[in-house]
C-alpha cells in the first residue's frame, strides 16, 4: 500500500497504453532508421564501384585515343613508305617503255573505319586521269602490271626468293616499245635482284638464258 507523500505516482492504464504505443513508435523509426543506414551505405558503396568503373572507362578511353593516334601516326608512315615504293616504281617502268607520256598515281581515301587506296593513270598530254583500260593500248596495261607484280614481290614480308614467272607478260606492247621492254627487264632484273623465267613468243623478249622449246622438239 502507497502512503501518501512518497513520491511515487500511480499510473493508469490509459497512460501505460500509451507509453507503450510510444516505444512501439519509437522501436518502428529505429528499425526504419537502421534499414535506411544500410541502404545508406549499400548506396554508398556502390556510387564509389561506379565511380571507380568510371574512372577506368575514363582510363580507358584516354588510352585508346592515344593508340589510335599512334595507329594513325604508324599507319601513314606505311602509308608514305608504300605510296613511294609503288608510285615511283610503277612511273619509273611507264617511264622506260614511253618515256614521259604517263604518271602513275596513288589516291588515299581517309574513312571512319578504313583507308582505301586509288590506283590512276595520268596522261601528261592531255593533263587529266585516263582510264588505262579505254584510253591507252593494251601495252600500257602489261606494264603497269609487271611493274605493280614486281613491287609486290619487293614489299612481301617475310622476303621470298626474288623470282618472277611470266607467261607472254607483253604480248599486247606495240612492235615499238619491245626493245625498251627488253631493256627494262634487264635493269629490273640487275637493279633489284630478280629473276625472271618468261615464255614468249615475241623475239625481243628472247633474252639472257634462252631455252627454245620449239628447236628441242624439232
Not at 622476303?159 to 626493245?179: G, N
Request: some cysteine; overall charge negative; hydrophobic content about 35%.
Amino acid at each position: 500500500m502507497e502512503t501518501e507523500g512518497s513520491g511515487v505516482e500511480k499510473i493508469d492504464e490509459g497512460t501505460r497504453k500509451s507509453i507503450g504505443c510510444l516505444r512501439s513508435q519509437v522501436d518502428g523509426y529505429r528499425e526504419r532508421l537502421t534499414s535506411h543506414l544500410v541502404t545508406k551505405r549499400m548506396a554508398e558503396r556502390s556510387v564509389k564501384a561506379y565511380e571507380q568503373k568510371l574512372s577506368d572507362a575514363q582510363k580507358s578511353e584516354e588510352s585508346y585515343a592515344q593508340s589510335f593516334k599512334l595507329s594513325q601516326a604508324v599507319g601513314l608512315e606505311i602509308q608514305q613508305s608504300i605510296h613511294a615504293s609503288i608510285d615511283g616504281l610503277v612511273t619509273k617502268c611507264l617511264h622506260s617503255v614511253y618515256g614521259d607520256r604517263y604518271d602513275f598515281r596513288m589516291k588515299w581515301i581517309h574513312k571512319k573505319t578504313s583507308t582505301e587506296c586509288r590506283l590512276s593513270l595520268f596522261d601528261t598530254v592531255v593533263g587529266e586521269e585516263i582510264d588505262p583500260l579505254k584510253s591507252t593500248g593494251g601495252g600500257v596495261v602489261d606494264v603497269i602490271a609487271i611493274a605493280l607484280r614486281v613491287t609486290a614481290l619487293m614489299l612481301t614480308y617475310p622476303k621470298r626468293r626474288r623470282l618472277l614467272i611470266l607467261d607472254e607478260p607483253f604480248k599486247f606492247v606495240s612492235a615499238e616499245y619491245r626493245d625498251s621492254i627488253s631493256e627494262l627487264i634487264h635493269e629490273l632484273s640487275k637493279e633489284l635482284g630478280i629473276q625472271f623465267i618468261i615464255v614468249t613468243h615475241i623475239p625481243e623478249l628472247m633474252i639472257g638464258n634462252i631455252i627454245d622449246l620449239d628447236a628441242k622438239n624439232d
